[in-house]
């Protein structure tokens, strides 16, 4: 099997994720002719077909769906060493810290104060992030740390606990489970909206 290049890798993820050659194409910026060649080029060198075409849809093999995320990982680890060198050659030092809007503001707060305040002080900065990107945007070099809630991919991440919190259930004040101090998993309702940070 041939090695693939960064650019195969993206002609592939494009067609994958559209499925659609000519939507794909114009995402990358470059001819539908030339990216089906390059697609069949990968799949000769690869030894096995990516996709199942006929006139009217476009599939994954079963080969294919296998590759994507290995693809899709490949190619943050690309974007993330190419951002973390940007920013390790700047003149001045940059931390990239990311968040969802909300709980975790307080806890951003301390931690640029702590930067902005240790001898040789390392610059800060903020991105604010979507629901549950904020594990993505380290692993893609977007961000040097995140704050996170529970529940995400923690895959090639080291991380650690900051506190725990709990978790607050938002009812009614009519609801028949509205008058209990403490609810459990084992009273289910299909209108309790619980809520995890």
């Not at 290049?5 to 990358?28: G, I, K, M, T, Y």
């Not at 079963?62 to 050659?89: C, Q």
């Not at 307080?106 to 904020?134: D, F, K």
Request: some cysteine; hydrophobic content about 45%; charged content about 25%.
């Amino acid at each position: 099997m041939d090695v693939a290049d960064v650019r195969d890798l993206r002609h592939f993820v494009a067609v994958a994720e559209q499925l659609n050659f000519s939507r794909a194409a114009d995402q990358l910026g470059i001819a539908q002719p030339s990216l089906s060649r390059a697609i069949r080029s990968l799949e000769t060198r690869w030894g096995a077909p990516l996709f199942e075409r006929d006139t009217r849809s476009v599939r994954l093999t079963p080969f294919g769906a296998a590759m994507l995320d290995d693809a899709r990982h490949a190619l943050d680890v690309v974007a993330a060493v190419s951002r973390r060198a940007e920013r390790a050659a700047a003149t001045h030092p940059m931390l990239v810290v990311t968040a969802k809007p909300g709980i975790a503001t307080g806890m951003l707060r301390q931690i640029t104060r702590a930067y902005a305040t240790t001898p040789g002080a390392i610059r800060t900065t903020t991105l604010v992030s979507g629901y549950r990107e904020q594990a993505d945007m380290v692993r893609d070099g977007r961000a040097d740390v995140a704050l996170l809630g529970s529940y995400f991919d923690a895959r090639g991440l080291n991380t650690a606990q900051l506190s725990l919190e709990s978790r607050v259930a938002a009812l009614s004040a009519r609801h028949r489970l509205a008058s209990r101090a403490q609810l459990r998993c084992s009273d289910p309702d299909p209108r309790v909206v619980v809520v995890g940070v």
